[in-house]
């Protein structure tokens, strides 16, 4: 009896343990599953978060942003202030290459009004009659501007786009700088001015083959001088150094 009573105990003793082992067992498959969904669902926030911060994960497909295009640009106004020694601005360089062009100043066209600028002013002033005092005011930058020379000039540029120029080594583009000449050399620098606005550029071309017109502008050039609307008009210029 006693020994039947030892085996019933034992049984369920182990029925016992086996269901323990069993429940156990779920118990840590439930673990498992539900961490496994949670690290899922974590991967997908951290990969969408990543593409669209730029970080890792699987970014949209998309087309590679263009290049911004450069900036035109810009002519530069001169007369609209008082210049005098110790100033510095875009102004400068081309009061610079005024009295450069008359050979009354020597060296580059740097944008600070210097020493020799002003004794170059000063011989300037002196030969159109007014006040030596070495200082670029209205009346001095006006018989400056009055000075320089009058041509025709016109622009081109659109729909020759990609293609050399006669002077070789420059692609025209929208953006370049340059003015076609018909017997200046290549590289030649020109200062050109409308409407008392001018520019700085290098003879890159050659043209414009109308006669009784002196320059043909890229539109970039021509656009920085405010020419573009005109078509075609009278500017004053200045060689500042000739090409080789």
């Known amino acids: 009896m006693d020994r039947s009573l030892r085996l019933e ?21 439930c673990l498992i599953i539900m961490m496994a969904a949670v690290i899922f669902l ?6 969408s978060a990543g593409a669209a911060q730029g970080g890792v994960g699987v970014a ?7 290049p911004a295009p ?10 609209s202030r008082t210049l005098r020694e110790g100033m510095k601005g875009p102004d400068v360089r081309v009061l610079k290459g005024i009295v450069r062009s008359k050979r009354l100043l020597a060296g580059g066209l740097t944008p600070t009004f210097d020493r020799p600028t002003t004794s170059a002013v000063r011989k300037f002033q002196r030969s159109a009659r007014i006040g030596r005092s070495g200082v670029v005011n209205p009346r001095t930058a006006k018989a ?4 320089l020379k009058t041509s025709e000039a016109s622009w081109y540029g659109p729909g020759l786009y990609g293609n050399g120029t006669a002077c070789g080594k ?15 050399p290549c590289g030649t620098r020109v200062l050109i001015g409308y409407r008392g606005k001018f520019i ?21 050039a021509s656009d920085a001088i405010g020419l573009t609307g ?3 008009a009278r500017v004053r210029h200045a060689i500042l150094k000739r090409g080789k």
């Open 9 to 29: 105990k034992m049984n369920k003793e182990r029925k016992l343990s086996e269901s323990a082992t069993l429940l156990g067992a779920g118990v840590v498959a």
């Open 60 to 66: 949209p497909l998309s087309e590679p942003a263009a």
């Open 230 to 232: 005109a078509g075609v």
């Open 144 to 147: 400056m501007i009055g000075s």
């Open 170 to 184: 420059v692609t025209l583009r929208p953006a370049t700088i340059g003015v076609a000449n018909k017997n200046l």
């Open 70 to 79: 450069k900036p035109a640009r810009k002519g530069t106004r001169f007369g």
């Open 42 to 47: 974590l991967g997908i926030k951290t990969s």
């Open 200 to 220: 700085i550029a290098p003879v890159i071309d050659r043209g414009p083959y109308i006669a009784g017109r002196t320059w043909d502008l890229t539109k970039a």
